[in-house]
Structures are given as C-alpha cells and as structure tokens.
C-alpha cells in the first residue's frame, strides 16, 4: 500500500557563503516530524502551513479515505508547538481545500467546497480548531486561495457551466469586490475534478503579485484559451493584461516569484523535465510564448516537480529560495543571491521515502518550516 503523510521539517539556517552542493543538510537545532493515521485506508496531502505570533504552526491538508463513497477529500488540520509537537487535530467536511491558509491578522482559516461543489472561507479558533465562522464566496470549485500585502482574499475556481477560470478579490469582512472570467474554450471540468480529488495529475495552480514602476496586480496560474496560463491581472478590476502561455496543459510554469519592475524569478516544465529561470524578463502587458524565456534544465527534479519559490533574509540579504524534490528522494533547495541572480546555495535533505513539497516559508527566528508529502 502507498500511503501519504505530511511531513514536516525545520531548517534553521540557510547558508550564505558560495556555492555549496550538500547531499545531507540539517540544522544542528532544526527538527524533522512526521505526522499520519492509525487507520490505513487515510491518506494525506499537505497543502499549506503558517507560523502562529505566539509561536508554533498550523497546517491544513487533504483528507482523502480510500475505501469511502466520497469523491473528493475532506480538510484536515493539524497545529503544533514551535518544536514541532502535536497540539490538537480537527477534521471538517468541507472538500477539497484548496491550498494557502487564510491569514489576515488573527484570523485564521481555509477555503474549500460544500457537496455542491460551492466555495466557502471557513474560520477557525486557532486555540481549539473549531469553526467560528462561513462566508458563502458566490463561485465554485475552489482551486487556489492567496492574501494579499494589503489584506484582500483572492480566489481562483472553476465555472463548470462557462468552462472558465474564475478569480474573485474579496475585502473586509469577505465582502466581493472585483470578479473575472477567463473563458478556457474547452471542457476542462474532468482534468479539474481528478486535479480536486487526487486522482489525476495535480497541476500548478498559484496566486501572485506584481509592482512595477507603472502597474501593480496579480499574476495567476491558471487554464485559459486552451492552455495552462500564467495571467496577470489588474489589482482593481481584475481585467487581464497580459499572459505567458504554453503547450496545452503538457507544458506550463510551476511557479513564479516577482522580483523588481519586471523581472521574475520563473521555473517550468515540458515533456516532464524541469526548468529554472531566476531572472526573467516579463511584459505583463502582453502575450507571450514560454519557450521564449531561455532556462536552465533541472534534469535532477522529479518528472513535473512541483516548486515552491519565497524570498528569504539572512545576515541582513536578501535571497531568492526555490524548493522541489529530487528523483533520489531528497528535498532540494536552490538559493539565488537577490541582487545578482547568482546561485549560491544547493542543499540537500535526503528522505528514505519519496517526498513532495507543499509549501514552506521563513520563520520569525530566519529558520526555514517546509512541509511536504512523504509516501509510505
């Protein structure tokens, strides 16, 4: 049986001199945790974590029981304390989550769907996991969720009756203020369902901004016009400006970080292998083909690895941090130095079992929180 559990793995510095290739990297006060089930028909997939102001972590997955009747996963959620140990578990009947915590200031919650395939935000106590409160987001089948810096919810789902990619911005109090459409042109709904339910391929759905000296917005990894797209959007209205587009839905980005003006860090896939870009130059004012961006082949990732890109700091510099698995089981991450795009860091931290990043981010100490899949 092939079983998945969320892991979990603390990384308290990252290394800043040159390059480095490190084939078993581990803090001396960093912790590795693996959280599962007793009941081996449960099965996990790790989603999203956020660090607590009063120290420790919450984590949202997934929930899929293999012998159930019911199609799509249900959420689960787990905090810890700051080292990592079991505070509380809640399950909750709302399918599907889909992706990012919600995190706007003491709130804490997720966005997933009803049987009727709705998307709702649901609040939790973060002390006890119950639910405090639901806000009905008038769009369905929930794909990603994204905070912005100026505390708004941005939404992408999908209209099964348009066959369009939907993305809504909601303000204080999950009141809507802006919604689009992007009409995909094709039937799409089968791939996004197996994409929700875990039986399908799993594709690179993310939520972005952008600040350029003359624009501001949102970039969104989506399908659109037959293709798997990377769309930037107005930050008012939502209208589309530009777009990278790709080969159907076999070839796309995987993820992507805005630098300065219009500079983006960028990986991607093609055929199954791997692709890095640390500094690309994008009009977000126009359409534009992804094999025009010239990149770097990461032939070590694991066939269409998924890539999770942040900025971190460390002795007062800033870095560009991609992180992803390799094909011998280990998580890799690829630290670019901001201000010349030079890579100066490869670290390695090898699993016994096949692995996949979900999400990771920096911590209040400047320690790196990854979590991930591990397969049993």
């Given at each position: 049986m092939n079983r998945v559990f969320p892991y979990i793995v603390l990384l308290s510095l990252l290394l800043t001199g040159c390059e480095i290739d490190q084939k078993d990297f581990l803090p001396e006060d960093g912790f590795t945790k693996i959280y599962n089930h007793?009941?081996?028909?449960?099965?996990?997939?790790?989603?999203?974590?956020?660090?607590?102001?009063?120290?420790?972590?919450?984590?949202?997955?997934?929930?899929?029981?293999?012998?159930?009747?019911?199609?799509?996963?249900?959420?689960?959620?787990?905090?810890?304390?700051?080292?990592?140990?079991?505070?509380?578990?809640?399950?909750?009947?709302?399918?599907?989550?889909?992706?990012?915590l919600i995190q706007l200031g003491n709130t804490i919650g997720f966005v997933a769907m009803n049987n009727q395939f709705e998307a709702h935000a649901v609040i939790i106590d973060e002390e006890t996991g119950d639910v405090r409160d639901l806000h009905d987001l008038q769009m369905t089948m929930p794909l990603y969720s994204h905070t912005d810096s100026q505390g708004k919810l941005i939404v992408l789902g999908y209209d099964f009756v348009s066959r369009s990619s939907w993305v809504s911005s909601f303000g204080a109090n999950f009141v809507l203020e802006a919604s689009v459409k992007l009409d995909i042109s094709t039937d799409?709904?089968?791939?996004?369902?197996?994409?929700?339910?875990?039986?399908?391929?799993?594709?690179?759905?993310?939520?972005?901004?952008?600040?350029?000296?003359?624009?501001?917005?949102?970039?969104?990894?989506?399908f659109y016009n037959y293709t798997l797209r990377s769309v930037?959007?107005?930050?008012?209205?939502?209208?589309?400006?530009?777009?990278?587009?790709?080969?159907?839905?076999?070839?796309?980005?995987?993820?992507?970080?805005?630098?300065?003006?219009?500079?983006?860090?960028?990986?991607?896939?093609?055929?199954?292998?791997?692709?890095?870009?640390?500094?690309?130059?994008?009009?977000?004012?126009?359409?534009?083909n992804i094999k025009d961006l010239p990149a770097v082949p990461l032939y070590e990732l694991t066939f269409k690895a998924g890539v999770e890109v942040e900025k971190i700091s460390a002795d007062s510099l800033e870095y560009e941090l991609f992180i992803s698995q390799t094909n011998s089981n280990s998580l890799v991450f690829y630290q670019y130095a901001m201000d010349s795009d030079s890579l100066v860091n490869t670290l390695y931290k090898e699993m016994d079992q096949k692995v996949e990043v979900s999400d990771f981010i920096q911590t209040a100490n400047k320690g790196i929180v990854v979590l991930a899949n591990t397969h049993i």
């Open positions: 007793p009941e081996e028909t449960l099965s996990f997939y790790t989603e999203s974590l956020v660090e607590l102001s009063q120290g420790g972590f919450i984590l949202i997955s997934a929930l899929k029981d293999e012998n159930s009747e019911l199609e799509y996963p249900s959420t689960h959620i787990i905090r810890t304390s700051a080292a990592g140990e079991l505070l509380w578990a809640q399950s909750y009947d709302w399918l599907a989550p889909s992706s990012n799409l709904e089968y791939e996004i369902q197996r994409h929700l339910n875990k039986t399908g391929q799993e594709y690179p759905f993310f939520i972005g901004e952008y600040n350029t000296s003359s624009t501001s917005g949102y970039f969104v990894n989506c930037f959007l107005d930050g008012s209205s939502l209208t589309r400006r530009g777009d990278i587009y790709s080969f159907r839905t076999e070839e796309g980005i995987s993820s992507m970080f805005h630098k300065e003006d219009d500079i983006f860090g960028i990986t991607s896939y093609y055929e199954g292998n791997n692709y890095i870009l640390p500094a690309a130059s994008i009009d977000v004012n126009s359409s534009q």
